[in-house]
């Protein structure tokens, strides 16, 4: 899964926290109500719009005018993701997920340790040879 640039990245938070799909001009104009991003020409967003399409993050509707952009998997989809990649390339999993537990909140610890639970609890539940 491609990293992001810090512009893609606003891009597709603002796409991410749209319920509808999202014109080149409505995307510049959201970004405009940042500060760091005031005059941010149409050309930029829509060049950043076909970079993040290219990467497989963004969809575009090419039948409606203006063309619409909606992203192709949800925020957390695509943070699972960045994760199982990382994962993937690490020589040792155990380590990085070791280093990984130690570094999450407390809050996280225990958000994680009721899904893994949850987890065991469906495993165990179901017959053997399932």
């Given at each position: 899964m491609a990293a992001l640039g810090e512009l893609e990245?606003?891009?597709?938070?603002?796409?991410?926290?749209?319920?509808?799909?999202?014109?080149?001009?409505a995307v510049r104009d959201l970004l405009a109500l940042d500060e760091d991003s005031k005059g941010?020409?149409?050309?930029?967003?829509l060049t950043v719009l076909a970079r993040l399409e290219k990467k497989g993050l963004v969809n575009?509707?090419?039948?409606?005018?203006?063309?619409?952009?909606?992203?192709?998997?949800s925020r957390e989809e695509h943070t699972v993701?960045?994760?199982e990649d990382a994962l993937g390339t690490a020589e040792d999993r155990e380590a990085v997920l070791v280093r990984?537990?130690?570094?999450?909140?407390?809050?996280d610890a225990a958000a994680l340790l009721r899904v893994?639970?949850?987890?065991?609890?469906r495993d165990t539940a179901l017959p053997a040879g399932a």
């Amino acid at each position: 899964m491609a990293a992001l640039g810090e512009l893609e990245r606003s891009v597709m938070d603002l796409l991410w926290d749209h319920q509808e799909a999202l014109t080149a001009n409505a995307v510049r104009d959201l970004l405009a109500l940042d500060e760091d991003s005031k005059g941010l020409a149409v050309t930029t967003v829509l060049t950043v719009l076909a970079r993040l399409e290219k990467k497989g993050l963004v969809n575009r509707e090419r039948g409606a005018r203006p063309h619409l952009y909606h992203p192709t998997a949800s925020r957390e989809e695509h943070t699972v993701g960045l994760i199982e990649d990382a994962l993937g390339t690490a020589e040792d999993r155990e380590a990085v997920l070791v280093r990984f537990a130690g570094a999450i909140s407390a809050g996280d610890a225990a958000a994680l340790l009721r899904v893994l639970a949850a987890r065991e609890d469906r495993d165990t539940a179901l017959p053997a040879g399932a």
